[in-house]
């Protein structure tokens, strides 16, 4: 291969990461190194959803990369108006039915390693990926757009690259970093009010997180609803959760979750009697505990029948204090972006923090790849990045946390309007697309007469 155009560093293997690497691997003028921090690449988590919106992003990856990942839900995609999520009213004896959401296109759900096996499979050889690679801190040289950035690992060792992505999290090395950069020379208060983006919040939120055998739900209740209606939530009064199956129907994913909204951006503090969670490589062990069955039922343990049956079938899981991010002043600096939960963190109340990981690295990968970048205009490609996502990714997690306010029972909005009210709220997801905002960095790109600030 001739000389590469740039070389580009992404700390993190997560779904962003590799999503953004498969996108940049179509342009192969190129270089793509992956630094992921554990000794293997793998996801933490269970089930997760894709609304239409990301869905006809990935597509754009291929056909056989879009076949791959049909094959892994069991279902085809669909853009007819589909039965959506069931919600009931649960915190009860006897619930009943509120809602249910309509969309237009199908929500696919995967089994988080699913989906992750399936990026990876698929990254080309030219994809360098190093793993037990921890980023510590970067060096970005400030008087020459040439000159290499320079990454530190936690293990002593360096690397160079001519462009980083953060694509490493909620607990990201590299958004500190960046915020110091950014807080470079502003007056006190500005740069108070930058620094205080630098590390994650507590959103007053905890998730409950397990896999349950859909075998043994089914010989409890071979008719259970979860099984002929799917996506299934159970609302109640500061505490609800959800259950559909994943992995081909062989598991039933279920997430649960408790709002305290007079915590929110305090520090959170671990309940004690429940050991934590450590993943290897993973700095998540201090929001993260494992929960006996009987742990994990608590909060819905006045719950209707029907939820108590798949409560039953909990023989363990695990608690996460589900932390966020403030809405950053820019997610990108000079030759140094974010992308994902390192640049917009959110709660997971419309499942959409995947899936704006898959638009950050979809966008970000047209931006760099095209003809009219070179290494000069790298910082112009990522403020255009900057200019199309941020407000959109900002605007979905405003979105997320009000969803989470009218599923717990916490708004003013009477029960015979939740559903108008949540579906509205959430349409983006199926109604619009990504192409809008595609075709606007282009132009820019094209176009560097035109001021993006």
């Avoid at 974010?338 to 898959?358: C, E, K, R, W």
Wanted: with cysteine.
């Amino acid at each position: 291969m001739s000389t590469p155009k740039f070389r580009i560093a992404i700390c993190g293997g997560g779904v962003g990461g590799l999503t953004l690497a498969l996108a940049l691997s179509q342009y192969p003028d190129i270089v793509v190194d992956v630094y992921e921090a554990a000794q293997s690449f793998y996801e933490i988590g269970a089930g997760f959803g894709i609304w239409p919106r990301a869905f006809k992003v990935l597509r754009k990856l291929g056909h056989d990369f879009e076949q791959q990942l049909v094959q892994r839900c069991g279902y085809n995609f669909t853009e007819e108006y589909v039965p959506g999520i069931q919600h009931r009213k649960s915190d009860q004896p006897v619930g009943f039915h509120l809602f249910d959401m309509v969309t237009k296109g199908n929500q696919l759900r995967f089994h988080r390693a699913d989906f992750h096996g399936v990026l990876l499979s698929n990254l080309p050889p030219s994809c360098k990926t190093h793993n037990a690679k921890r980023l510590k801190s970067y060096i970005q040289p400030d008087r020459s757009r040439k000159s290499p950035i320079t990454l530190i690992f936690r293990d002593g060792s360096t690397a160079t690259c001519d462009i980083l992505i953060g694509a490493d999290g909620v607990k990201s090395a590299v958004r500190p970093c960046m915020m110091r950069e950014l807080a470079e020379g502003m007056d006190p208060d500005s740069k108070q009010s930058v620094l205080s983006c630098s590390n994650p919040i507590w959103s007053g939120v905890t998730a409950y997180r397990t896999l349950i055998s859909a075998e043994k739900l089914r010989a409890r209740c071979p008719d259970h609803r979860v099984f002929s209606g799917g996506f299934t939530q159970y609302l109640g009064k500061d505490a609800f959760f959800l259950g559909y199956p994943i992995s081909l129907g062989k598991y039933i994913n279920i997430a649960g979750f408790t709002l305290q909204s007079d915590l929110v951006n305090t520090a959170y503090e671990a309940d004690a009697r429940i050991p934590r969670r450590s993943f290897e490589g993973k700095a998540d062990s201090d929001w993260v505990g494992e929960l006996t069955a009987e742990q994990f039922v608590k909060p819905f343990k006045n719950f209707e029948k029907d939820a108590q049956v798949l409560l039953e079938c909990v023989e363990k899981g695990t608690l996460w204090a589900v932390h966020t991010v403030k809405t950053l002043p820019s997610t990108n600096f000079g030759r140094v972006a974010l992308l994902g939960d390192a640049a917009h963190a959110m709660l997971p109340f419309q499942g959409a923090g995947a899936s704006q990981s898959i638009e950050d690295a979809y966008l970000l990968a047209t931006v760099l790849g095209h003809k009219a970048t070179t290494l000069d205009t790298v910082p112009r490609a990522l403020a255009i990045y900057d200019k199309l996502r941020r407000p959109f990714s900002s605007d979905v997690a405003l979105r997320s946390r009000l969803n989470g306010q009218l599923f717990a029972f916490q708004t003013d909005v009477p029960l015979h309007e939740l559903g108008n009210t949540v579906t509205k709220n959430w349409e983006w997801a199926w109604l619009t697309e990504l192409d809008g905002a595609l075709e606007e960095a282009v132009r820019l790109v094209e176009n560097s007469s035109i001021n993006i600030s």
